[in-house]
C-alpha cells in the first residue's frame, strides 16, 4: 500500500516550489500504484483565505494533480487535535508556559545557562516544574518526561528520499539530541490549540499515509513529528524528502520573497508541458 498527500496552506498563492512538490508527489505515487491525498493546512485562521483556498483547487487541476475523496481541512479537525492533546496530558508528558520571548531571552542569558550555543533560541525549561493551568497559555512537551515514557534514548524513520545534506536510508536520533536542538517545543499553541507539528502527525496517522512527501526543509523537524508518533502509539511513516526548487540566486521560493505564482504564469500563457520541463519532471 503507498498512501501519499500533497498538504499546501491557503496563506497565498501558489508558486513553482509547489508545482513542484505537488508534480513530484503525484508521480511517486502514480510509480507506486498508489493513493494521493489532499490537505489544506488552514489552522492559522489569521493568515489563510477561502479565495486562496479556492485558487489552490483550481491551481491543481490545471497542473493535473488528482486527489483522492474530500481533501481534509485542518480547521475542520480542531477537535480531534485536542483530543490529542488530552492524551498527552494525561500521560503526564506536557505543561503549559507563560514565557515571552523576552522572558526565554533573558533566561537564556543567564551565566550558567548552558543548554543554548548561541545560534538558536532554545527554551530551557523555565515553566517545567511550574504546574500552570494548560487553558491559557501555550502547551509545552516535556522531552525528558517523554524519555523515560518511551523507556528509550532514540527514536528513528526511514528516509527514502534524500535530506538536505544527502540524508538517505535509517535516520536515528538521540532525545537528548532532540532536547538541546528545540527544548520542550510548543505542541499546542494559546490561540488555537494545537501546532503545525501537532496537526500533521494526526492528519498524517489520519489520513493513513504511509509514504511523506514534502521539501527537504521540513527534513530537520521529522524527529518532532516522529517522537509524537511514538507517544501517541501512531505508526511512522516512510518519509520521502526532496530538493527544494531555488531562484536565481539559489534561494528557496517564497510568497514572501515575491515568487511567481503559478495562476500569473498561467496567465501568461505559459503551458503545463512547459513549466513540466522548467521542473525538469
Ligand atoms: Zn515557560
Request: one cysteine or more; hydrophobic letters at 35%.
Amino acid at each position: 500500500m503507498f498512501i501519499s498527500r500533497f498538504a499546501p496552506s491557503p496563506t497565498g498563492l501558489l508558486h513553482l516550489g509547489h508545482a513542484y512538490s505537488a508534480l513530484l508527489t503525484q508521480n511517486l505515487v502514480t510509480r507506486n500504484s498508489g493513493t494521493l491525498h489532499l490537505r489544506i493546512e488552514d489552522i492559522d485562521i489569521t493568515r489563510c483565505t477561502p479565495d486562496f483556498e479556492k485558487q489552490i483547487y483550481r491551481d491543481l487541476e490545471w497542473l493535473g494533480v488528482q486527489w483522492e475523496s474530500t481533501p481534509l481541512r485542518q480547521s475542520e479537525e480542531l477537535s480531534v487535535y485536542k483530543n490529542s492533546l488530552k492524551q498527552l496530558v494525561d500521560k503526564g508528558l506536557v505543561y503549559g508556559c507563560d514565557c515571552t520571548r523576552s522572558d526565554i531571552k533573558k533566561a537564556l542569558s543567564a551565566p550558567n545557562n548552558l543548554a543554548n550555543d548561541g545560534s538558536a533560541m532554545v527554551y530551557p525549561g523555565t515553566c517545567r516544574e511550574k504546574n500552570l493551568s494548560l487553558d491559557n497559555q501555550n502547551v509545552r512537551l516535556n522531552l525528558l518526561k517523554s524519555k523515560n515514557y518511551l523507556e528509550t534514548n532514540y527514536i528513528n524513520f526511514s528516509e527514502q528520499g534524500i535530506g538536505p545534506n544527502k540524508e538517505n536510508g535509517n535516520q536515528i536520533f538521540e532525545i537528548g539530541w532532540l532536547e538541546k536542538k528545540y527544548g520542550d517545543f510548543i505542541i499546542a499553541r494559546k490561540d488555537i490549540k494545537t501546532s503545525y507539528h501537532l496537526a500533521v502527525t494526526i492528519d498524517d496517522a489520519k489520513q493513513k499515509i504511509t509514504h511523506v512527501s514534502r521539501g527537504n526543509d521540513l527534513f530537520h523537524v521529522t524527529p518532532i513529528h516522529v517522537i509524537l508518533q511514538n507517544l501517541l502509539n501512531l505508526k511512522t511513516p516512510v518519509y520521502v524528502h526532496h530538493p527544494l526548487i531555488t531562484d536565481k540566486n539559489g534561494n528557496k521560493l517564497a510568497k514572501s520573497k515575491g515568487a511567481e505564482s503559478i495562476l500569473s504564469i498561467r496567465n501568461s500563457g505559459t503551458t503545463i508541458k512547459e513549466i513540466r520541463s522548467i521542473l525538469g519532471l
